[in-house]
């Protein structure tokens, strides 16, 4: 079946401006997650959904990041006001649940600059 | 504290040669612990897991409680085993499900 699919594969943007990346997890997997990679800092746990909610945002770097997921399908990563540090490839995952020690299936990622 | 250190950023070796690639973590608990590799342009995928036990592409990892370490081996390296690999612990408490992940070796190996 299809995987975790991402949108847009790459967008710049200017600082300042806000901008949306989408994930489509693997349908019927009802856990999904936010991590972002950035050059010398690996891979950082930003959010997950357990359906539609999210339990913990404690991941989120700042109150400029925000995220949801409607109909249990579907998430959206916001950053408002981008800094120059947002700058990341940014990795969506799903899971068939939330768990101690469920695969996790990535998706391509959506790699942010900006300007 | 949850972490994972994976102390090497690069490792080169000749095709053929062994090659292992460390991975030692922090935990409080039972740990589950994975590879994930991310081959060239493609998306991060899971290698393997400790609790199954399997080899993977001719990769195995054992899980060492009293080293706290799950390195990543390999008898007889190819060429397109070069990749970027990562060494992830998967978290609990309030953010259960989440992984942590080292900041990964990439692998080169050499014809």
Known sequence: ?115 | AQRVTQPEKLLSVFKGAPVELKCNYSYSGSPELFWYVQYSRQRLQLLLRHISRESIKGFTADLNKGETSFHLKKPFAQEEDSAMYYCALSGLGGSQGNLIFGKGTKLSVKP
């Open chain 1, 1 to 115: 079946g299809a995987g975790v699919s991402q949108s847009p594969s790459n967008k710049v943007t200017e600082k300042g401006k806000d901008v949306e990346l989408r994930c489509d997890p693997i349908s019927g997997h009802t856990a999904l997650y936010w991590y972002r990679q950035s050059l010398g800092q690996g891979l950082e746990f930003l959010i997950y959904f357990q359906g539609n909610s999210a339990p913990d945002k404690s991941g989120l770097p700042s109150d400029r990041f925000s995220a949801e997921r409607t109909g249990g399908s579907v998430s959206t990563l916001t950053i408002q006001r981008t800094q120059q540090e947002d700058s990341a490839v940014y990795l969506c995952a799903s899971s068939r649940q939330v768990g101690h020690g469920e695969t996790q299936y990535f998706g391509p990622g959506t790699r942010l600059l900006v300007l």
